[in-house]
């Protein structure tokens, strides 16, 4: 594998992100700024993208592809959520719409605390951990893997929905939670908490790929390949895939559970649509659209999709469900390996070639 | 690990910056250039898909179809309504999106939009930190009062509590024992809350009432309906049926009831979001009595509905609009009136600045197609509105069991809940 | 013995607060003119004039009754016209008073009937027609309609109706419903024989009654009685635990036919190729629109028929969903042969372009659906136990499906050929079995199987565009539950799951229910992956 410092387009993605990231505080004032709503589309943007990269990492080099990442983004926007009201409540003594609704007069008992941020955060860390540990051993143990796994983890994110729409839950059910006005003691909705909220996503996203492109160009990056491509063999050679398998399936769940820690300050609501079996098909088909394996094909393909989704859920709204289900045909037929295949250009491979070498890509 | 080149690697990225150069992108400076002449833009919040598609969708029509009659008569203030359409896709955040995108890129005067109290409550703090002003064109659970939303419907005080005061009267079926059966969100909850404090003040004990909750989109009444038969036959008092299910599960329950056989002379029900549209596709011989209440409903007398349906009608022909030309919902009337109220306002106040506009509300009136003069004082953004009792007929539609004499002043915050 | 009439009865009997003081004979003639104000009246004034028009039907004389029979029709079905000179009858344009013809002058006001003034309406109209219609059909109808309110019928007028009865058979339910309402008389010989008829009928608003004899006094003194009331109490009971057993029963098989019917089309592909249909839930969609268009089209051409058009539209629903099948794997899947997760995606996109397609094209409203006779309505059984017609076309449906899929992979070639290549794929190609055509016609197979549980499903479920998304996981679970690729397995997956979620409901709510039968699914999983009867072979 390329060694980092010579891998021009991913140290070109950094670079980009960075340096946006900068610039944003640097322009506010002056008449180039960005709009709120650009610096805010921007900061959700980011938090996708990665989410996208903590897919990309069990699936582009595990082989294993979960349809349920929503769960643990989750689980990170939830908690987020939690912290921010239970501050809101204790800064500004509003009081969250769910309470009132339901007509309790408290909090219940598993609110308590969370208007410190660092004991949310441990919750957030403990709880998917917890979920992700649980799963995961049990699935890997029992060999669990391809489309069952994939249907499974649909299964799972589908009933944590349904839990999550029962108001009687207690973190607000179909209404979800909104109305969050603090953060860390800061006013949220200034052009000032936008702008930080987008420059500190665009730096996540920034670390969090430069930590993933370590991962997988060191040794221990060499063995998820390897369990990718053939586990039995690597087994047979005497290396623990369970281990590895769940170190890394965490490792994705914690990422994506960070992507929903950010993503919720900026979007301004949580609700269980977040949990849809839909949307954690979509993180999927960001990846695949981008090009799954690289990480900088999943970036860009969660980048590029949900522009044009923001774009055309305003100027064009009938029109967007056809281009996605059209980009995806396209995508699983002519390019399988995503835009990568677009950007070198390589249509004139006989797509019986292309095929087959998609094909031993995708063992299972 | 492929080697990129970097042509490749450019276009790749050239892809990305592209669709962030899109209209979404273009500078804010820009925008706001336009938007001091030419038309002054309105913006809808309506799903033309997803759950709500097949009620909030309409709305989006009948919006432009009054932008269309005030064009005529010459716009608003010297200049002509644009509308602007988006499609939420009953995704709730995505409500919020589209409202900060029209509110802040396309600087739109004011947003009609909502139907769900949860689509509300989302764009609520959307509006205010905005300062924009959102049009709310349903009945709901009240207990909210924002300078930023116009609640042109009913809060449950002239909307819920006629009907169940109706119900539980000797002219209606005196009734005694409740079954309160509502899809699991802020709506349902709040109406029941505040229903069984009202019966608690009128001494009703808790025996007498039963509250169910199902997921959004449920549609499997089976057993919930056998519940209902049992807690009927119970005894201790005619038993009636609050309904508070929203979308598709209002016709799969009616759906279920008559099936088992009950008939609305056994047991009532009071479908609170239930309208004309929910009853296509029903076979309604066998739903003939149930009752529903809103501030309008299609077979209102008088003049001003039938110019309304005649506009409708054409509207639909005119412009193919996939909807029925012959069925006319409460919240179609209201976002029709909402509209005509903005323009009042507006004009009134010779600006489109929301304080400026807000302050005009004070004595505003309008002629609803309901036959009454719809009014707003100064006091609150509430409208006052007329309220019907509507009672199923066998032509998928309500016949108007009973109507209120004028428009009771609206109560926002209930004493009950 | 008909159990159906006596539920409604007794539910009557029940409804005490609605007891209208039932007049003696009354001896002064009918005021015609006043009733027909009182019918143009206020809500008050129409329950008025329904007394007067119950009374007349039960004591009046031929001559009242045959003028008073049309006015209480009428004002059911608001053919009654209010203006300022009285009332016109609009079925024929006569004056309500005089029956002569008459135009209604001005706007007149068509009267509404209150919920409290419609059942008094109805018996006065079901009174008129058991005394007067010609035709048995329409007097049982009419009695069945009396039984719903027996509170409210007039004393005399059974015992009159009985005595001009003709058809020996209706004379004898005349009868037996005048026996049953004397559960409160005076004799108590007569009440222990209503008793023994109200027991007869195992419901709920039965025990409520019998056991509020026990207050009474006659419990107290009178042993024979006493007896009579514990034991018809015994006896209710009984047979509501049993049809409260029945109804789960029934229930939980009822949603097992939809389960397995949406998920037999999915067991056979993935058995096969190791592919999961996300667009099966649109496929499903599809079979129901596909049974619209063809009872739009049996509307414009064969009205006659349009009754039938749910069984007319099942080779149209199979066949085009077979199609749209077969075209999904010629032009997609075919070339996302090995790559599973893929070919998942791609189903994905499908389903999403279908549901918005079929958005585009009809709308988004729910389709309306003539009911036919066959699959309206419900016939109680025992108990609270209703059996509904829709849910027992499912049903039958399911059985039918189960019935020819087992026998095209039992018995056909194309059974042998997709068996063949469910377990060894390789093999099966080498020994010469064309595998990519046995993969296009078990996915049309398949495909049109979904097709078929759109239709049965029509009646049941509202029809518009997101309809399938309701069944994918469900069908999932069962797919993966039951071991792919055996219909056996989809069958017992699709049973269990059904009952299960269906003693939980009453429990816990229909969430619960559905959250813990999925996490035991999964945890089931967990501990056994190929599901409960899996195909030997190997594991693709």
């Known amino acids: 594998m390329t060694p980092v410092s010579r891998d021009r387009p991913f140290l070109a993605l950094v670079a980009i992100l960075v340096i946006v990231a900068v610039a944003m505080p640097l322009l506010a004032g002056t008449p180039f700024a960005l709009s709120r709503y650009l610096a805010n589309a921007i900061g959700q943007l980011a938090s996708f993208a990665v989410l996208a990269l903590a897919l990309d990492l069990i699936w582009g080099y595990l082989g294993i592809l979960s349809l349920g990442h929503g769960l643990f983004f989750a689980m990170g926007g939830y908690v987020m959520a939690m912290y921010l009201l239970k501050h809101s409540f204790v800064v500004t003594g509003t009081v969250p719409d769910f309470l009132q609704f339901m007509g309790w007069k408290d909090f219940p008992f598993y609110w308590a605390g969370f208007d410190f941020f660092p004991y949310a955060l441990a919750v957030a860390v403990a709880v998917t951990l917890l979920v992700s540990g649980v799963f995961g051993y049990v699935s890997f143990r029992s060999r669990v893997g391809g489309v069952y796994f994939a249907i499974i983890t649909q299964a799972l994110v589908y009933v944590a929905m349904l839990l999550m729409f029962r108001n009687d839950t207690g973190f607000g059910g179909n209404n979800g939670m909104t109305g969050f006005s603090v953060l860390f003691g800061w006013p949220m909705g200034t052009s000032g908490m936008i702008t930080a909220l987008s420059v500190v996503s665009l730096l996540v996203l920034a670390s969090v790929l430069l930590g ?101 859920s305003f100027a064009a709204p009938e029109v967007w469900p056809f281009i996605l289900s059209g980009l995806i045909v396209l995508v699983v037929l002519v390019f399988p390996n995503g835009l990568i295949d677009l950007a070198k250009l390589k249509l004139v491979r006989p797509m019986g070639a292309r095929r087959m070498a998609a094909e031993l890509e995708e063992a299972r | 690990m492929v080697k990129f080149s970097r042509r490749s690697f450019l276009q790749a990225s050239g892809l990305a910056a592209a669709g962030l150069a899109s209209p979404v992108g273009m500078p804010a400076v820009l925008r706001s250039a336009q938007a001091q002449s030419g038309p002054v833009k309105l913006g809808c919040l309506f799903s033309s898909s997803g759950t709500m598609a097949n009620l909030e969708g309409r709305l989006n029509y009948v919006v432009k179809m009054a932008a269309d009659e005030i064009n005529a008569k010459g716009g608003v203030n010297g200049r002509t309504i644009e509308v602007l359409v988006s499609d939420p896709a009953s995704d709730w955040p995505l409500y919020a999106q589209t409202a900060k995108q029209m509110l802040q890129q396309e600087k739109v005067a004011a947003l009609f939009g909502c139907w769900t109290s949860v689509s509300r409550k989302t764009v609520l703090p959307v509006v205010e930190q905005e300062g924009g002003l959102l049009y709310y064109p349903l009945h709901f659970e009240g207990d909210e009062n924002s300078k930023n939303v116009v609640y042109v419907n009913s809060p449950p005080a002239s909307s819920v509590l006629p009907a169940v005061d109706y119900l539980m009267s000797d002219d209606g079926v005196s009734a005694k024992r409740f079954f309160m059966l509502g899809s699991d969100y802020v709506w349902p909850r709040t109406i029941n809350k505040q229903l069984k404090g009202y019966w608690a003040s009128k001494g009703i004990p808790e025996s007498a009432w039963k509250e169910e909750y199902v997921p959004f989109g449920f549609s499997n009444f089976q057993t919930l309906v056998n519940q209902i038969r049992a807690f009927a036959d119970q005894g201790g008092g005619q038993p009636v049926v609050v309904l508070t299910v929203v979308g598709n599960s209002i016709p799969d329950f009616m759906r279920e009831f008559a099936n088992q056989g009950i008939l609305a002379t056994d047991i009532p029900v009071l479908g609170l979001d239930m309208v004309e549209a929910d009853l296509e596709g029903l076979d309604t011989s066998k739903l003939v009595g149930h009752l529903n209440c809103w501030a309008y409903l299609q077979n209102a007398a008088g003049p001003a509905n039938e110019a309304f349906l005649k506009s409708w009608a054409g509207y639909v022909g005119a412009n193919k609009v996939p909807f029925s030309p012959d069925v006319s919902i409460d919240p179609m009337v209201s976002a029709y009136d909402s509209v005509h109220l903005w323009a009042m306002a507006a004009a009134k106040a010779g600006s489109f600045d929301v304080p400026e506009v807000s302050k005009a509300f004070a004595g505003l009136s309008f002629d609803c197609p309901s036959g009454y003069k719809i009014s707003m004082t100064g006091e609150n953004n509430y409208v006052a509105r007329g309220v019907f009792i509507g009672s199923v007929n066998d032509k998928q539609g309500f016949d108007i069991l009973w109507q209120s004499k004028d428009t009771p002043t609206p109560v926002p915050f209930s004493p009950y809940g | 013995m008909k159990h159906w009439f006596l539920p409604s009865f007794l539910f009557g009997l029940l409804a005490g607060a609605w007891l209208l003081p039932a007049p003696a004979a009354q001896a002064a003639g009918l005021d015609r003119a006043g009733l027909v104000q009182d019918l143009c ?465 009453p429990l816990w709510g229909a969430v619960a229910a559905k959250v813990i039968v999925l996490l035991m699914i999964i945890g089931f999983l967990q501990w056994r992956p190929e599901g409960l009867f899996a195909v030997k072979g190997r594991r693709k």
């Not at chain 1, 559970?257 to 609501?269: E, T």
């Not at chain 3, 027992?392 to 068996?419: C, E, Q, S």
């Open chain 1, 212 to 312: 993933c492109r370590l991962l997988v160009g060191s040794r221990f990056g060499a063995l998820m390949l390897a369990t990718r491509d053939d586990e039995t063999r690597l087994r047979t050679l005497g290396y623990e895939t369970l281990r590895l398998k769940l170190i890394v399936w965490c490792l994705s769940a914690l990422i994506a559970m960070v992507a929903g820690m950010l993503y919720v300050p900026q979007v301004g609501i949580i609700n269980p649509r977040l949990l849809s079996p839909e949307l954690s098909l979509e993180i999927a088909v960001w990846v695949a659209i981008g090009g799954r394996g690289h990480l900088v094909g999943a970036v860009i393909g969660a980048l590029l999709v949900n522009a044009v989704k923001f774009w055309l």
């Open chain 3, 41 to 505: 009246g206020d809500a008050g004034a129409m329950g008025r004039a329904g007394a007067a028009l119950t009374a007349t039907a039960a004591t009046g004389s031929d001559d009242e009754r045959a003028w008073a029979a049309p006015l209480a029709r009428a004002a059911i079905d608001r053919k009654l016209a209010c203006d300022a000179a009285g009332a016109v009858l609009t079925e024929g344009g006569l004056d309500a008073l005089t029956r002569a013809p008459r135009e209604a002058q001005g706007t007149p006001r068509s009267p509404l009937l209150s919920l409290k003034n419609r059942p008094v309406y109805e018996l006065a109209d079901a009174a008129f027609a058991l005394r007067g219609a010609p035709d048995a059909g329409r007097r049982a109808a009419a009695l069945r309609t009396l039984e719903r309110r027996p509170a409210l019928i007039p004393e005399g007028l059974l015992d009159m109706a009985a005595e001009a009865e003709g058809d020996a058979g209706l004379k004898a339910q005349i009868e037996a419903l005048a026996q049953t309402a004397a559960l409160n008389a005076a004799d108590p010989a007569a009440r222990i024989r209503a008793l023994s008829r109200v027991a007869d009928n195992r419901s709920r608003r039965a025990l409520t009654q019998v056991t509020a004899l026990a207050q009474d006094p006659a419990y107290a003194s009178n042993p024979e009685f006493r007896a009579a009331v514990d034991a018809a109490t015994a006896r209710i009971e009984r047979g509501i635990a049993i049809g409260d057993a029945l109804a789960t029963l029934y229930n939980g098989l009822s949603f097992a036919s939809i389960l397995f019917m949406a998920a037999i089309g999915l067991a056979i592909i993935f058995g096969l190729m190791g592919v999961i249909n996300l667009a099966q839930g649109e496929l499903i969609m599809i079979g129901a629109y596909v049974t619209f268009m063809v009872q739009q089209g049996l509307r414009h051409a064969a009205p006659a028929l349009l009754d039938w058009y749910l069984i007319l539209a099942i080779p149209a629903a199979f066949l085009v969903t077979a199609a749209i099948g077969i075209a999904l794997e010629a032009l997609l899947l075919r070339h996302l042969y090995r790559r599973p997760l893929m070919s998942l995606l791609a189903t994905w996109a499908v389903s999403l372009f279908l549901v918005n397609l079929v958005r585009v094209v009809f709308g988004t409203q729910n389709l309306q659906f003539e009911t036919p006779f066959y699959v309206s309505g419900g016939v109680p059984v025992i108990g609270d136990f209703i059996f509904t017609w829709n849910r027992m076309f499912a049903i039958a449906f399911a059985a039918v499906t189960l019935a020819l899929t087992w026998l095209v992979v039992r018995k056909t070639p194309l059974g042998l050929n997709i068996r063949a290549v469910t377990q060894n794929r390789d093999m099966a190609a080498c020994i010469g079995i064309p595998t990519r055509r046995v993969d296009m016609m078990a996915f049309g197979l398949g495909s049109g199987l979904a097709g078929l549980a759109g239709l049965a499903l029509s009646p049941i479920y509202s029809v518009n565009p997101q309809m399938g998304q309701n069944f994918i996981i469900d069908s999932f679970m069962v797919v993966v539950l039951g071991g792919v690729g055996t219909i056996a397995g989809t069958v017992v997956a699709a049973l269990g799951i059904g009952q299960i979620n269906v003693l939980i409901e």
